[in-house]
């Protein structure tokens, strides 16, 4: 009986999109929208959120009366992941230890799983662009967001509730779905969605 192929360790030479900056910086208070990662759409136009998740959310920003020039919008990882797969930058601690791979366990748990110390620095660009910026109002755009941003993981029970930033403090979090949801036929989340976004003008504007 022969062996199994020893499996492969994660790619890191990928494909990279730059995070977008607000076309108008210098207004007193600034929202920031922050995705998963890059698709094909992404990497192609050199820009986040551009294929069909970027103009549902375009859609929805407009109709929250949200600008999405006036935004910071960002990725927790500015990679493509092979396959468009966000489990490529997490690892569980046996898997880990079977690739001899370190694991950034101080940003805590995503899932089963911690994300790997190969793409530690991703969430480390995310935090300096951040603290760049300074956004009043952050929204988590997704499971993986919501990690990055809280901690927390279940964005089904977090949604619509703010959150503490703990990459920024000053920051509030607002978690919503991330739009491939609502595409993936979750349409009567939509509304919600919606109502997050709204959510996230309103606190903006309160100042």
């Not at 940003?107 to 300074?134: H, K, N, Q, V």
Request: aromatic share 8%; hydrophobic share 45%; charged share 20%.
């Amino acid at each position: 009986m022969s062996e199994a192929a020893p499996e492969p360790p994660p790619v890191t030479d990928l494909p990279r999109v730059a995070f977008q900056f607000p076309a108008r910086p210098g207004r007193e208070r600034l929202l920031a929208l922050v995705g998963e990662a890059p698709g094909r759409d992404e990497v192609v136009a050199g820009q986040p959120f551009v294929g069909r998740s970027g103009q549902l959310l375009n859609g929805h920003l407009h109709a929250a009366g949200i600008e999405r020039d006036a935004c910071l919008v960002a990725n927790v990882f500015g990679l493509q992941p092979p396959g468009n797969k966000i489990d490529h930058f997490f690892a569980s601690r046996t898997r880990a230890r079977r690739l001899g791979l370190a694991l950034a366990e101080d940003l805590g748990r995503f899932g089963s799983s911690y994300c790997l110390a190969l793409f530690a620095g991703e969430i480390d660009a995310l935090r300096r662009t951040l603290e760049d910026w300074r956004p009043a109002v952050i929204v988590a755009l997704g499971r993986t967001p919501l990690w990055a941003l809280t901690g927390l993981g279940g964005i089904l029970e977090c949604r619509g509730r703010v959150q503490p930033c703990r990459l920024l403090p000053e920051a509030v979090v607002v978690p919503t779905y991330h739009p491939s949801y609502l595409l993936r036929g979750q349409w009567n989340a939509e509304p919600l969605f919606r109502a997050d976004l709204t959510l996230a003008a309103t606190l903006l504007a309160a100042g």
